[in-house]
């Protein structure tokens, strides 16, 4: 036993390699209660957020990188008059290998995995004036999983910038009743009796991940995916995190989203946000 020891050189891998791993969990709400209230149509609401972001890292001093990230972001909108509904579902896992090959020039994998975990509906109000709900999307409806194979470019102060020279983009529904519900015939570009669709071109990623002043920490992630044959799908996240003591931060957060398949309008969602914060 101690020759095997000796000889596979346990200690020697145990300093090699580092494991590594962060929590990142905030929750806020906020309340609207209006009385005689004429000049908009806002109504008595309640909204609550949470936000989790895990990492774990494996790394060495030298050339190698792995690392795994868990994005969730849900939120909930109640409306006193009527309705609860899920107006946030955002979750996505990274896993980024980097091999360096030479400087801060790295040999890069990356692989994204986007779905949401619950029902969700458009609100539409009949001839009659009653309200109906209408599924548009659901657990693995759609999934989306983009992967990528190329060079990266990385600054430990400030981020990374990597080109997918060979990508792949994977559009997959698990509930096919999402045509007969909404009666169409193309949901993310599959076609009706199909279940996914799979799409070659290059990526381009962004990530910015820094902290300013101690206080204030900027979190971007810009990714597009271009299509040989389709424009560019844009996907841009950008987070800036203000911490007011050890246990509370405020948010601001802004998502800048382009998918012509969906839409040919840009998208934009805007979240300011102040309430409990845990980091580990």
């Known amino acids: 036993m101690y020759l095997f020891k000796n000889s596979f050189s346990l200690q020697a891998v145990q300093k090699k390699f580092r494991f590594t791993n962060e929590l990142d969990y905030s929750l806020t709400a906020n309340g609207f209660f209006l009385i005689n209230w004429f000049h908009d149509k ?51 896992l990274i896993t980024k290998l980097d091999v360096q090959i030479r400087g801060r020039f790295t040999c890069t994998f990356d692989s ?19 309200q109906v709900r209408i599924l548009n999307s659901s657990f693995l409806t759609p999934l989306t999983w983009t992967f990528s194979v190329g060079l990266g470019y990385n600054c430990k102060k400030f981020g990374s910038l990597s080109l997918g ?25 599959i076609e009706e009796g199909k279940t996914h669709l799979i799409e070659y071109g290059f990526t381009f990623q962004l990530l910015i991940d820094k902290d300013i002043l101690k206080m204030l920490h900027w979190n971007c992630d810009l990714q597009l995916f271009r299509n040989y044959n389709a424009p560019a799908d844009m996907m841009l996240k950008n987070l800036f995190g203000l911490r007011i003591n050890k246990f509370f931060k405020t948010y601001l957060q802004t998502r800048i989203y382009y998918e012509e398949k969906l839409s040919k309008h840009l998208q934009f969602e805007n979240i300011l946000s102040v309430g409990l914060n845990l980091h580990r």
């Open 42 to 92: 806002k109504d008595n609401q309640v909204n609550l957020y949470q936000n989790l972001r895990y990492q774990c890292l494996l790394h060495n001093n030298k050339n190698f990188r792995l690392s795994n990230t868990l994005n969730h972001n849900l939120g909930i909108q109640h409306y006193f008059d009527s309705i609860t509904k899920v107006n946030i579902d955002d979750n996505t």
């Open 112 to 130: 994204r995995i986007t779905s949401r975990l619950m029902n969700g509906f458009d609100y539409r109000t009949t001839d009659s004036g009653n």
């Open 165 to 189: 020279i060979s990508a792949a983009k994977l559009t997959y529904i698990l509930n096919r009743q999402i045509f007969g519900i909404r009666g169409i015939t193309n949901y993310y570009g």
